[in-house]
């Protein structure tokens, strides 16, 4: 793999990571504030550790590896740079499932996002969009239907990959809703938890957070090296600004639009590539970099004029 690929690579992961973690941010620092000094180095350190290592390490691989029954667990890990023929293969088997289960996520997050959550409006449309958010399950149901009955004829398997994308949306939405009450009643109730509770709680937040990114990381590449790097990079940007800088972020309103239009692009080029179409690998880190670069630049001119 050329290094100027894998630098891309990673740096479109870290920045993605980062940014479609914003909401994860903003629940950790209204958290930590009710902790002591102690807990909040200790979710700084070990917290750290597990967040990117064993979440964003041990995840993308565990799924790599569990898509691909014949190549052992090393070989998963390693396959991208070395030379062995058979486990490329065997991964470039199982990659239009992959691809369709995690497509489908993205694209019902972005759908999500634009028909039924709070936002500042940055496009044209997207206030027509909200407020016809009823149409969501509609329009997810269509989409779901389409590329299920498509895939289906190609690969039943891909099709499968597609329910499973759709069923772990619902299932991690539900959790991420269930962290926004929880985090309501903790900072009603901020005595009512010991401070390990409190960053247990956080920790399994964090892990349902990194969902989004974990999966929009094989848009990017099937490398796991890869993938832990760039998302591991990403994840120390939201610790730091979750301790140092959050309400300075909170005021690029447009940011989340960023994350959330390059989550659409993200998903039309995994099932894009699911289908058989070649997508060039610098495409996913350069519509990153576009779609964050664009709403940062908008959300600091908004800013600007506001002061």
């Not at 590329?147 to 619902?170: D, E, L, Q, T």
């Not at 010991?194 to 969902?211: M, N």
């Amino acid at each position: 793999m050329e290094i100027f690929s894998a630098i891309l690579i990673i740096i479109g992961l870290a920045l993605f990571e980062g940014i479609s973690s914003f909401d994860n941010a903003i629940i950790n620092a209204d958290v930590l504030q009710t902790v002591g000094k102690k807990a909040r180095r200790w979710f700084l350190t070990w917290g750290l550790f597990f967040g990117v290592f064993v979440v964003r390490g041990v995840l993308p691989w565990l799924i790599l590896w569990l898509a691909t029954p014949g190549v052992g667990p090393a070989e998963t890990f390693f396959a991208m740079f070395q030379n062995n023929t058979s486990a490329k293969a065997a991964i470039e088997t199982a990659a239009p499932i992959l691809l369709a289960g995690g497509g489908i996520f993205l694209l019902f997050l972005f759908l999500h996002w634009l028909f039924l959550e709070q936002k500042s409006y940055g496009l044209p449309g997207e206030k027509f969009f909200h407020t016809n958010g009823l149409w969501f399950y509609a329009v997810v149901s269509i989409i779901l239907s389409g590329i299920v009955w498509f895939a289906i004829k190609i690969n039943p398997m891909m099709a499968f990959g597609a329910v499973v994308g759709s069923s772990a949306f619902f299932i991690t939405h539900g959790f991420k809703q269930q962290a926004e009450k929880g985090e309501e009643e903790l900072l009603r109730n901020k005595g009512s938890l010991s401070d390990v509770s409190k960053i247990v709680y956080l920790e399994v937040i964090d892990s349902t957070f990194s969902i989004d990114g974990v999966l929009g990381a094989f848009a990017f590449t099937f490398s796991i090296p890869l993938i832990l790097l760039g998302n591991g990079f990403g994840a120390l940007i939201v610790r730091y600004f979750t301790v140092n800088n959050i309400e300075n972020v909170k005021k690029y309103i447009y940011l989340k639009n960023g994350a959330m239009y390059s989550v659409l692009f993200l998903g039309l080029i995994m099932t894009s590539e699911a289908f058989g179409i070649h997508v060039p690998p610098w495409l996913a880190p350069i519509t990153t970099f576009g779609s964050i670069g664009w709403f940062f630049l908008k959300s600091k001119r908004e800013l600007s004029l506001a002061q």
